[in-house]
């Protein structure tokens, strides 16, 4: 009835069943930007965020986060993931922040790696919040995934 696979003949949310799927090695990529002071930029340069080390906290919390996606998704599959990091890069403007989460597996690891961009985010929101409430969170985004039947995704 619907083209839309997490609806079941009713229109009513539901889990795909994945049991016939092929098992694939799959990866996936996101990222995501935290608009910072100026001031909150040389704390974290300097390593003189007054709540400790922000930058290895939010890379810590991403990975933490990723392992937990279908804890939190409520449609999401658990996934025996092979591989996560969470890279945060301090610029000017800002933290970059961007996931890559692998495994090999029936159903793919975007949601993992946008759920590890979103947690950093908010766990480095967490710790600079006290100099920079201003903090602003945005633009996160799949950029790249591979595997599965629909093959290579790369945003353009």
Not at 46 to 67: F, L, N
Request: proline share 3%; glycine share 6%; hydrophobic share 45%.
């Amino acid at each position: 009835m619907s083209e839309l696979s997490h609806l079941d003949e009713q229109g009513r949310a539901r889990m795909v069943d994945v049991s016939e799927k092929r098992e694939t090695a799959r990866t996936a990529i996101a990222k995501g930007f935290v608009r910072l002071a100026p001031e909150t930029v040389r704390l974290l340069r300097d390593s003189a965020v007054p709540k400790g080390d922000a930058i290895t906290t939010a890379r810590i919390a991403g990975i933490m986060a990723a392992k937990k996606t279908s804890e939190l998704i409520p449609l999401c599959h658990p996934l025996p993931l092979t591989h996560v990091a969470v890279e945060l890069t301090i610029v000017d403007e800002g933290v970059e922040i961007e996931a890559t989460a692998s495994c090999a597996g029936k159903t793919g690891v975007e949601m993992e790696a946008l759920t590890a961009v979103s947690v950093a985010a908010l766990t480095l929101y967490d710790m600079v919040k006290a100099v920079d409430k201003a903090a602003v969170i945005s633009d996160i985004r799949l950029e790249y995934k591979s595997g599965g039947k629909s093959g290579e995704f790369r945003r353009t």
